[in-house]
């Protein structure tokens, strides 16, 4: 099992197709680009092994341009004031602006895809 993240700012645009990853190649591996924080952009492209599940996270791991390419999508929600409290003692206080710029951002690639109402499964995970 994989895993690639995208931040949200990239998934409200045009986005990268599917996160940057590529098709299974001749080798039976495949590779994503990961994003690097602290340089603000995509950082080189990470190889991995083939696998039967790829699960991809974050704001716009459900955007409506890659859609067909989901099996199942998932929708995890919590409280505002929760989501910007953990991502704050994840993250530290430097990155508030970030995480107020990134809920309008979301709020709105949310709506525009209508991620929620798509999704397979929806969890409350705000305990």
Not at 72 to 85: K, P
Not at 107 to 122: C, H, Q, S, V, Y
Request: charged share 30%.
């Amino acid at each position: 099992m994989g895993g690639i993240a995208s931040p949200p700012r990239e998934a409200a645009g045009a986005g990268r197709g599917s996160h940057g990853r590529d098709a299974p190649g001749a080798g039976g591996g495949e590779a994503y680009g990961g994003w690097d924080w602290k340089d603000g952009g995509y950082g080189g492209r990470h190889a991995g092994p083939a696998g039967d599940l790829l699960l991809v996270e974050g704001a716009g791991s459900g955007a409506a341009p890659g859609a067909e390419l989901e099996s199942v999508l998932i929708w995890l929600e919590a409280e505002r004031a929760v989501r910007f409290r953990r991502g704050i003692e994840r993250d530290g206080a430097l990155y508030l602006p970030h995480w107020q710029d990134w809920a309008v951002l979301e709020e709105a690639l949310f709506d525009r895809d209508r991620t929620r109402g798509r999704a397979d499964l929806i969890m409350d995970t705000t305990r």
